[in-house]
């Protein structure tokens, strides 16, 4: 069935330190995955995304890794700054996207 | 701005009364999609369109919620006889309709059920 879920509710990073969010999905027929952030008051807002064809996709300070193996999917950001604090969601599409529960990334001081 | 917007921002209702929400999409967006979320949760899909046509319905949109999309371009999202548990945020959001990409989200309508 559809599932996209997220291992931790939150994750607090210092300032500066690489983040890295998983997330596992269920279906194995998935093979278009998307990354959404999510500010506090905001819809969510596209990241980046990957299809099953690939295991890695980078954009600007973020990678995406995708192992199908285990299917799981992570995100990492680079140089965690104070403007990255957000709830971040794996999704998968087909012709609509599903969400997971999100990581709320914390960024400390 | 050119982005998705939704009106209204925020809704507050006693149980029991009718809410419409509006989405104008991406103007040459022809999907248009509404989502529901609770706090600490993840959207949740309800409906979708691609232009005026209604494509799938989630079993979360009870006979109480209606979507609707006439000409292809903005779209309702009406609840009838509202109920506490209605309380969340309606996402609306577009994209084209080539089954990749991203999904345009508008900032959402904040709906509290007295």
């Known amino acids: 069935g559809e599932s996209v879920g997220l291992h931790l509710p939150t994750l607090s990073v210092q300032e500066g330190d690489n983040s890295i969010i998983n997330c596992a999905y269920s279906n194995s027929a998935s093979d278009y995955f998307i990354w959404y952030k999510q500010e506090s008051g905001k819809g969510p807002q596209f990241i980046i995304d990957?299809?099953?064809?690939?295991d890695k996709r980078q954009g600007q300070r973020v990678t995406v890794l995708l192992n199908k193996t285990v299917k799981h999917l992570s995100l990492q950001i680079a140089a965690t700054q104070p403007g990255d604090s957000a709830v971040y969601f794996c999704a998968e599409r087909d012709d609509k996207i599903i969400f997971g529960k999100g990581t709320r990334l914390h960024i400390l001081p | 701005d050119t982005g998705v917007s939704q009106d209204p921002r925020h809704k507050i209702t006693k149980r029991g009364q009718n809410v419409t929400f509006r989405c104008d999409p991406i103007s040459e967006h022809n999907r248009l999609y509404w989502y529901r979320q609770t706090l600490g949760q993840g959207p949740e899909f309800l409906t979708y369109?691609?232009?005026?046509?209604?494509?799938?319905k989630s079993r979360l949109l009870s006979d109480r919620f209606s979507a609707e999309r006439p000409k292809g371009s903005f779209s309702t999202l009406e609840i009838q006889r509202t109920e506490q548990g209605d309380s969340a945020m309606y996402l609306c959001?577009?994209?084209?309709?080539?089954?990749?990409?991203?999904?345009?989200f508008g900032e959402g309508s904040r709906l509290t059920v007295l």
């Open positions: 990957i299809r099953s064809n690939m």
């Open positions: 369109f691609q232009n005026e046509a209604q494509l799938e």
């Open positions: 959001a577009s994209s084209l309709a080539n089954g990749i990409g991203e999904l345009f």
